[in-house]
């Protein structure tokens, strides 16, 4: 009887939780890190994403995975990723939605960055470190970590002693500033990261990204999903 209780218990506990999240879904916007994954797991979306944030054209999205774990051996830490996504031409892409202001997030980066290669290599004396794919992490964030003002911080590898001297380790780490205001950027980025910013969706792009965020809010079936991922992450 005791078991029953406690499993009743636990029943009411997951449906008051359940309701809960859906209260919060219908006031997320695009800054919520699980709802953004839901949208671009739309490999259209997710291509046309990427493809303003990098300024040139991603042909195809081959694969999209959301909230995929990347596990570690057991004593150490391993990673969750809202985004991980591969293009036709093999290039692999996380991508983190960053709402909490969090000085970390340049060793994060490189946590992630050494993970993502572990995992695109299998071990064997044929697999060569040059078959290892190009990678690009971006942070999409509502602070600006650098205090620079700018919209968009890209880093790739440079030599100290020759600054034109870039190592092609096919590496580059973009973070993007919501409250950015100094440097140019594509007009559908700063449209982009003004509506991930809370405001109003405008132009074509940023609308096409804002009804997918209400049709996510509205259909049962992502409605579950997004309640089954805020539910793992409890």
Do not use: W
Not at 11 to 23: L, T, V
Not at 133 to 162: G, M, N, Q, V, W
Not at 167 to 182: A, H, Q, R, S
């Amino acid at each position: 009887r005791e078991a029953t209780f406690i499993g009743m218990e636990a029943d009411k506990n997951d449906e008051e939780y359940g309701k809960e999240i859906r209260y919060l879904l219908e006031h997320e916007n695009l800054s919520n890190d699980i709802l953004f994954s839901l949208v671009m797991q739309r490999e259209e979306l997710c291509s046309r994403v990427l493809s303003i944030i990098l300024n040139r054209r991603i042909k195809t999205v081959e694969y999209v995975g959301i909230q995929e774990s990347i596990v570690n051996l057991p004593q150490y830490k391993s990673v969750r990723l809202d985004v991980f996504a591969k293009d036709s031409e093999g290039i692999v892409y996380n991508v983190e939605m960053q709402k909490l202001k969090k000085d970390d997030l340049a060793k994060r980066s490189r946590f992630y960055q050494g993970l993502m290669d572990v995992s695109l290599l299998y071990k064997g004396k044929y697999e060569h470190y040059a078959k290892l794919p190009d990678t690009c992490i971006i942070f999409i964030t509502e602070f600006d970590l650098f205090d620079r003002e700018l919209y968009k911080y890209t880093f790739r590898s440079r030599c100290d002693e020759a600054e034109d001297l870039v190592l092609e380790d096919g590496m580059v780490k973009i973070f993007l500033n919501t409250k950015g205001t100094v440097g140019k950027v594509d007009e559908d980025i700063d449209k982009f990261l003004a509506y991930v910013d809370g405001k109003a969706a405008e132009g074509e792009f940023t609308q096409d990204i804002a009804t997918e965020v209400e049709r996510i809010k509205q259909h049962n079936e992502t409605r579950v999903e997004y309640m089954t991922l805020m539910m793992e992450l409890k």
